[in-house]
Nanobody, 120 residues
Framework: QVQLVESGGGLVQAGGSLRLSCAAS????????MPWVRQAPGKERGVVSA?????VYADSVRGRFTISRDDAKTTVYLQMNSLKPEHAALYYC????????????????WGPGTQVPVSS
């Protein structure tokens, strides 16, 4: 059984930084493609970054967010720098089982998410 649990969220001042973690359990983690997904009220849900043997970023976060993974710890990270109020959202990680990674129907597992409020 695959389980994903996020942590590291919390209130941050605009311009500040947070590092989110996604702790995963399951077999063959090193073969998984792992997206980070952002969901905010009144806004479309979307993938902000993903990692397998490569990394990809949405244009809105490129140069601001950095995704990484530690296969020995079966954990994926999202370093978020220079945060703005518009970045405030629920962030959750997911496991993509097929390409394209940014389509919800191609995700077979996801975590409950962690909240990132950004104050002005």
């Amino acid at each position: 059984q695959v389980q994903l649990v996020e942590s590291g969220g919390g209130l941050v001042q605009a311009g500040g930084s947070l590092r989110l973690s996604c702790a995963a359990s399951g077999r063959s983690f090193d073969t998984w493609t792992m997206p980070w997904v952002r969901q905010a009220p009144g806004k479309e849900r979307g993938v902000v970054s993903a990692i397998s043997s490569f990394t990809v970023y949405a244009d809105s976060v490129r140069g601001r967010f950095t995704i990484s993974r530690d296969d020995a710890k079966t954990t994926v990270y999202l370093q978020m720098n220079s945060l703005k109020p518009e970045h405030a959202a629920l962030y959750y990680c997911a496991k993509a089982f097929r390409y394209p990674y940014n389509i919800d129907s191609n995700h077979d597992h996801w975590g409950p998410g962690t909240q990132v409020p950004v104050s002005s």
